[in-house]
């Protein structure tokens, strides 16, 4: 983890310097952090403490000169939350690297031959609660983590908005935990075994795709202190349902209150059709999984689920 901070510290430290010595890089961003907090004394209608502490990093590097074009952005969010008497929970966790080379196709700064990478993945590990005093890793760092390769056509019309159209696309998956692995989370292929329940061949770790992949961006001050980000990003596996379209939309409002001030609206919608979730419901004041009854007995209910995360925040913010 440590080496991951200093990694990101070391990018945005070389992009400045850069920025400061040739003015063909534009850097920029907001850093932020969030607070709430609800604190109840015999209230009558009921309801419990609560803290939550919420950071948000989106930053960028641009490089323009001639007709080479090179766009980087680093987006980064983390929280916690503390409700009653339950220890701190995470509530948000992600890092998303995206970076793309161009070259001017057209010499009119609008179509470019491009490159993309993308990385995504979380700082810390995430849990499943069965019960108040129980719980079960589902996730950490770099299990998932999904990085994309791509060649294409980016088109460029406004220094605001780009669409990125790529027919080559390699998407991988890696889930970097053993356990993990085995269980086939995340769409890699899990462990197999013997009649007795012996473990024959371990899960696979990293799992390729190759497919089609477009990845849309708009972010502009559309208000006075109100900036604008939406991304969206679509890729379908040619091999294996190509019509099954995963498909991740993430959208932030930032809104400038005064100079430290701010406020901030954070969505993130997700859908990848080999990321299969389970249902639960809770019986006697524990979490099971919910079943349905088939021939071959009870059958956990599972499958792809379209997942959505919302983050509201006031707090502090540095625009630069």
């Known amino acids: 983890m440590r080496k991951l901070y200093i990694l990101i510290a070391g990018l945005l430290i070389s992009f400045n310097a850069l920025a400061q010595k040739d003015t063909s890089w534009v850097t920029g961003g907001t850093i932020g952090i969030n607070f709430s907090q609800t604190s109840l004394t015999n209230w009558s209608a009921g309801g419990e403490n609560s803290l939550a502490i919420n950071s948000l990093v989106n930053v960028f590097a641009k490089y323009r000169k001639e007709r080479a074009a090179w766009d980087n952005s680093l987006d980064m969010g983390y929280g916690m939350l503390k409700a009653g008497e339950k220890d701190f929970r995470k509530n ?81 998956t890696l889930v970097n935990d053993k356990v993990l692995a085995d269980a ?107 079943t349905i009854k088939t021939q071959n007995g009870e059958v956990p209910i599972a499958g792809p689920r379209v997942q959505f995360r919302e983050v509201l925040g006031v707090g502090l913010s540095v625009k630069f």
Request: aromatic share 16%; proline share 3%.
């Open 92 to 172: 948000d966790d992600r890092i998303d690297l995206l970076s793309k080379f161009g070259y001017d196709a057209t010499n009119h700064n609008k179509w470019f031959y491009t490159a993309l990478f993308n990385f995504k993945s979380q700082f810390a590990s995430s849990y499943e609660y069965p019960t108040d005093t129980t719980k079960i890793e589902v996730s950490k760092f770099a299990a998932p983590a999904f990085m994309l390769f791509a060649l294409g056509m980016d088109y460029k019309p406004k220094d605001y908005f780009s669409v990125f159209i790529s027919p080559l696309t390699i998407k991988t």
């Open 184 to 290: 086939g989370a995340f769409g890699v292929d899990g462990a197999e075994y013997d009649a007795l329940g012996n473990k024959t061949k371990d899960g696979d770790q990293i799992r390729n795709e190759l497919g089609a992949y477009l990845n849309a961006k708009f972010q502009k001050d559309v208000l006075t202190n109100v900036n604008f980000l939406t991304k969206l990003d679509l890729f379908s596996n040619y091999a294996n349902n190509p019509q099954n379209i995963d498909v991740s939309w993430e959208v932030l409002i930032a809104m400038k209150i005064n100079k430290f001030l701010s406020a901030s609206i954070n969505t993130n919608l997700v859908y990848d059709d080999d990321i299969t979730i389970q249902e639960y419901e809770v019986v006697n004041g524990f979490k099971v999984p919910k």
